[in-house]
């Protein structure tokens, strides 16, 4: 693999997972127990849709909440659409209006069915229809009547994505969690903001957990110098912490832990939103499990930020700056994985 990084990257203070002597850049000679790069396989990520979140809801807290949490689909009655015109001159609202059970956006489009089921067996006649809304809303009067296992294997393969009415967290939880799989997400009817914040904390959580990525450590063998090249700087709408990057490589199979700026070094000062990520040939991980190149990153544009830990998350590109600079070349190899890799980065 290779990419081209900022000097900054090289300092030990940069890496604390990892172990750098820095001394011997000069010299062009390598102990191979001295240099280690983490490295990771990008197989693994995980690629399922993101569970959804609509909020229906006549208080103007439990609304802030939402907003301020990053959910803003709002559900109204259609006689209520004097409150979304009035929530939409304090905050970016989606919303969406019942009528004779169908659900329609603010244009008047039909993007919802609500099916209310009250007994198994109504369950069962029920069959997802070509003809009906790309959601589905399912509300159960007693929802511990009917298993929600029940309800996720009834729509398995219908395409639709499907949602539960809960009216706390923890019905919503069952709902997203049913058969491992659950339902594509739930319609949070509160009025009180704890069901927000308690719903929020546990869908932390639960991207916590599901969206470990595995890392490796590879072994540097070689460092030369090796021209001139193009190097793009990612500076990010959020502040990254120590341990925390971008994953970027030269192939998408197996991409290297590019480390933030956050950390002061001899040369530089903090500054914690900052990448030098690579050369503009080189891949850098995005949402979706999925990649880009460098020189196609742009202010807007979303990117994941992972730590030494394999821990990620997504965020936005404020701005990208690509500038000539010096590389040096590093040779690394992952025992087992990979035979070899090379390493480029800005030289010092």
């Not at 900022?6 to 000679?29: A, E, H, I, M, Y």
């Not at 959804?52 to 103007?60: A, D, G, M, N, Q």
């Not at 989606?94 to 659900?103: A, M, S």
């Not at 369950?123 to 399912?138: H, M, S, Y």
Request: charged share 20%.
């Amino acid at each position: 693999m290779a990419l081209l990084l900022s000097s900054s990257f090289v300092s030990s203070t940069q890496l604390p997972f990892s172990t750098f002597n820095t001394d011997k850049w000069n010299t062009g000679r390598v102990n191979k127990n001295s240099y280690c790069f983490t490295m990771c396989s990008v197989s693994n990520s995980s690629s399922s849709k993101p569970k959804r979140v609509w909020i229906w809801t006549e208080s103007k807290q439990v609304m802030t909440a939402a907003v301020e949490r990053g959910w803003n689909t709002f559900v109204f009655l259609s006689e209520n659409q004097q409150l979304a015109i009035d929530w939409s001159t304090i905050a970016l609202l989606d919303p969406l209006f019942i009528k004779e059970g169908e659900v329609y956006d603010s244009g008047d489009r039909r993007v919802g069915s609500i099916i209310e089921v009250s007994t198994p067996q109504e369950l069962q006649q029920l069959q997802p229809a070509d003809g009906q809304a790309e959601n589905i809303v399912i509300d159960l009067p007693d929802w511990q009547v009917i298993p929600a296992e029940n309800i996720v294997a009834s729509f398995q393969g219908s395409g639709k994505t499907v949602f539960a009415i809960s009216k706390t967290p923890s019905e919503a939880q069952i709902f997203l969690e049913a058969l491992e799989q659950g339902l594509g997400g739930i319609v949070l009817k509160v009025e009180d903001v704890k069901a927000v914040l308690a719903l929020k904390e546990y869908f932390d959580g639960r991207n916590e957990v599901s969206n470990l990525l595995s890392l490796m450590k590879a072994t540097v063998t070689r460092v030369d110098v090796a021209g001139m090249g193009d190097r793009v700087c990612v500076d990010l709408c959020s502040l990254m912490r120590p341990g925390e990057g971008l994953l970027v490589g030269s192939f998408a199979r197996g991409l290297f832990l590019v480390h933030s700026e956050c950390l002061e070094s001899n040369y530089i000062a903090s500054r914690p939103f900052r990448v030098n990520a690579g050369p503009v040939h080189a891949y850098v991980l995005v949402p979706g499990g999925k990649t880009c190149y460098l020189s196609e990153l742009k202010s807007g544009k979303e990117v994941i930020v992972v730590d030494q830990k394999g821990r990620q998350r997504t965020a936005v590109v404020g701005r990208v700056k690509i500038e000539s600079r010096p590389l040096i070349l590093v040779e690394a190899k992952v025992i087992k994985l990979f035979t070899a890799s090379s390493y480029r980065m800005q030289k010092q």
